[in-house]
């Protein structure tokens, strides 16, 4: 089969890997028909990370089942599903507490937790970046779609990672109605946290970023645009708040935020957040943090540590929420807003391309092009793509 294989920082090709199979009892074969490129993606891609070359990427995925191991009794062969990137077993203790994200069993390193498809450090599997991708306990982690599944993959591929995870952040956050909501970052996780907080019922949302496009698509779904290369964001937070900061906020940029000139900062929106949310006010963290980073820029960083306000935080009795999305947690509820069009996640993809012309979107992604906000790749599609 072919797949997005990494070879190195800034470089991917499209090359021919050994075929996905069923290997145990439990697992599902997948026909990949929709796989998103991610901004986790980008941290391996630009060798952030110990991902190794000739390992191939994918976690938001979507197809339509081909095989079913003899000990699957609930998927069916012709079945549209989408899965979480969370691998999980559905049994460990972990799981069964609805952490999903951080599986027992599917991590093959004792002193670690959780497992994905096509990810550093949580586990072998391979990625559906691909035409064909195995699915271990596929009962459980297979998210079976209605009869419009073919036709809406663009909505219903982002319940694989990013629709919960933005959805995630707003529960960590503590997001009710009428709350006013400040999100850090507008790309694809901080659009549906953005939306997840209009879905919650958030009476105001404000969205900081400096990219035009991206804000233009928070403005499109009701959010207030906060450019942070031309105002304070926490002023402007401030401002739209009476002086009394956010009831509550979002951190959807991770430890590569940086300032509108380029300079790294991996404490930047965290202590943006703690100056801009309210006394007692919460704060949901999905951004990626990890525990080393050795191609930070300052020895901090390095060790994956942060210079944080924790004075101020303590001060104003603030709390956090961290972590990766436990997906299973709720894309079955988002499946079902999709279905009934009270949500349409697919309002961020700005390109459908062939798995061929993966090289190049990466690169435009990675670079934050103008009007690259967020990549479908379809394994069947023909042709040089849109």
Not at 87 to 103: A, F, P, V, W
Not at 338 to 367: M, N, Q, T
Request: aromatic share 8%; with cysteine; glycine share 12%.
């Amino acid at each position: 089969m072919k797949a997005v294989v990494y070879e190195g920082p800034r470089q991917v090709s499209v090359k021919d890997v050994p075929d996905a199979r069923i290997e145990r009892p439990t697992d599902v074969l997948v026909r990949v028909t929709s796989a998103n490129i991610c901004g986790s993606d980008l941290h391996m891609y630009e060798g952030r990370t110990d991902f190794e070359a000739g390992r191939w990427f994918g976690h938001e995925n979507l197809g339509q089942v081909v095989e079913v191991g003899a000990g699957v009794d609930k998927v069916r062969v012709g079945e549209w599903v989408v899965l979480p990137f969370n691998i999980s077993c559905g049994h460990c203790k972990n799981c069964e507490r609805q952490l999903t994200n951080y599986c027992l069993t599917a991590q093959p390193e004792p002193n670690m937790a959780g497992a994905a498809y096509g990810f550093a450090d949580m586990g072998p599997y391979g990625g559906g970046q691909a035409e064909l991708l195995r699915v271990p306990w596929g009962d459980f982690n297979c998210l079976r779609l209605g009869e419009d599944a073919e036709q809406r993959q663009t909505d219903y591929v982002m319940l694989a990672d990013i629709f919960p995870t933005g959805y995630h952040a707003t529960e960590m956050a503590g997001v009710r109605p009428g709350d006013q909501t400040v999100i850090y970052g507008a790309g694809p996780v901080g659009l549906m946290a953005a939306l997840s907080s209009t879905v919650r019922g958030a009476s105001k949302v404000m969205v900081v970023d400096r990219h035009a496009d991206r804000l233009r698509l928070a403005e499109a779904i009701g959010a207030i645009a906060i450019d942070d290369s031309t105002v304070d964001p926490v002023q402007a937070v401030l401002d739209e708040t009476m002086g009394l900061g956010a009831d509550n906020g979002c951190e959807c940029v991770g430890y590569q935020a940086h300032e509108p000139d380029g300079a790294e900062q991996a404490n930047l929106t965290m202590n943006r957040l703690v100056a801009s949310v309210r006394f007692t006010g919460r704060i949901g963290a999905v951004g990626v943090f990890v525990p080393q980073d050795p191609g930070a820029g300052d020895e901090l960083a390095k060790q994956g540590k942060l210079a944080f306000d924790f004075g101020m935080f303590w001060f104003k009795g603030q709390h956090i929420g961290s972590g990766q999305a436990p997906v299973k947690k709720y894309n079955r509820q988002l499946r079902d807003l999709i279905a009934a069009g009270k949500a349409e996640p697919s309002f961020i993809v700005s390109h459908e391309l062939p798995l061929d012309r993966a090289p190049e979107a990466y690169e435009h992604f990675d670079k934050r092009d103008d009007g690259w906000t967020k990549v479908v790749l379809h394994p069947a599609m023909a042709g040089a793509g849109a």
